[in-house]
């Protein structure tokens, strides 16, 4: 038997979490969009993927919170269908598609043929759009990781035949999702003085590459065994390694120590960014870093908690679960989508 505890976190990562009213909230926008039935099952699917709102962005406020909300309701909703082998590969595609027109264009792909998933994230779109204000870069830069991570979907589901590490960690980079979340939180914070550009800097790339090798790496254990149920498990490394390595215990033991090498390494880069950051743009430079730090806790903290990942035959003993009500949930998602 092993425990997520296992991985080991500076104590500044984890902050308590934010208000969840967002969750409420967000959840009745979702049954006005029919995206789910409204019933005790959906709700609790949707409060214990969406609670990783209130843990990614513990300090944000009421408003804040609600932005983030939509944007992981889009998210998670699109993700957890692309993954459920409910569609093929041409609808899947076709989704994405689609999706992306949305968030790029601001417009639909097929106006005779418009998805309940499209209307929401049309939705999401304008109201992101308005939060900004004239800072159009911040949207434009969060557009651009967000859409980058819906296209990264299909092909990482795909891709059945990795057997290495250092090209697995090549796709989720991405995958991952890492990205598209800091980009969250620095569009949740439109007046900051930390220009876009910060993202071409070759150590902030690097500060946020390993932010997606972290989270990652500490996603493959707590998912592997919801991947498992759904024959989504061919390209968890916890899975793959196997082969290459030897035994589960082995390859867990590989992964924990990449985690503590990574961890390492993003606390010496957000240092060495923060002393070269110019004054005037310092404390809001700290609020990004930090950021990154807190959806990192935040993500360990949430899979601690949430029921999303819970399965009996996890490996994971905190996962271990025979709660009649905990539904899994590719038996929700069939109802999401209608192309």
Not at 35 to 44: A, G, I, V
Not at 143 to 162: G, Q
Not at 285 to 314: E, P
Request: net charge negative; proline share 3%.
């Amino acid at each position: 038997m092993y425990s997520i505890y296992d991985f080991k976190y500076p104590s500044d990562w984890i902050e308590p979490t934010a208000d969840d009213k967002c969750i409420y909230d967000c959840y009745k926008e979702v049954i006005n969009y029919k995206l789910l039935d409204e019933n005790k099952q959906t709700f609790q699917y949707y409060y214990g993927t969406l609670s990783s709102t209130i843990n990614f962005y513990p300090l944000c406020n009421y408003e804040q919170l609600v932005i983030a909300c939509r944007f992981l309701t889009v998210g998670y909703l699109i993700d957890d269908f692309l993954e459920s082998n409910l569609v093929d590969s041409e609808t899947s595609n076709l989704m994405s598609k689609k999706i992306e027109n949305i968030l790029i264009d601001g417009e639909y792909l097929d106006q005779s043929n418009i998805s309940n998933i499209e209307k929401y994230t049309m939705f999401f779109r304008g109201k992101a759009r308005q939060f900004v204000g004239d800072k159009i870069n911040i949207f434009n830069q969060f557009i651009k990781f967000f859409v980058e991570w819906i296209n990264s979907i299909n092909p990482f589901n795909k891709a059945i035949n990795l057997n290495n590490y250092d090209s697995y960690n090549f796709f989720k980079k991405v995958n991952s999702g890492t990205y598209v979340t800091l980009s969250m939180a620095m569009l949740l914070n439109p007046n900051t003085k930390v220009d876009t550009n910060i993202w071409m800097n070759p150590r902030f790339e690097r500060f946020v590459c390993n932010g997606a090798y972290q989270m990652s790496a500490f996603n493959d254990c707590a998912s592997y065994a919801k991947e498992v149920r759904s024959n989504c498990h061919l390209t968890n490394p916890l899975y793959f390694l196997q082969k290459e390595i030897g035994s589960f215990d082995q390859v867990y033991k590989l992964i924990l120590n990449f985690n503590n090498k990574i961890v390492n390494e993003i606390c010496k880069d957000e240092e060495l960014l923060l002393k070269e950051c110019p004054d005037d743009q310092k404390d809001d430079l700290k609020y990004l870093t930090r950021s990154m730090k807190l959806i990192l806790g935040g993500n360990y903290s949430w899979s601690l908690k949430c029921t999303r990942f819970n399965d009996i035959d996890s490996p994971f003993i905190e996962q271990r679960s025979i709660n009649p009500d905990v539904i899994a949930y590719e038996n929700i998602v069939d109802k999401i989508i209608k192309l």
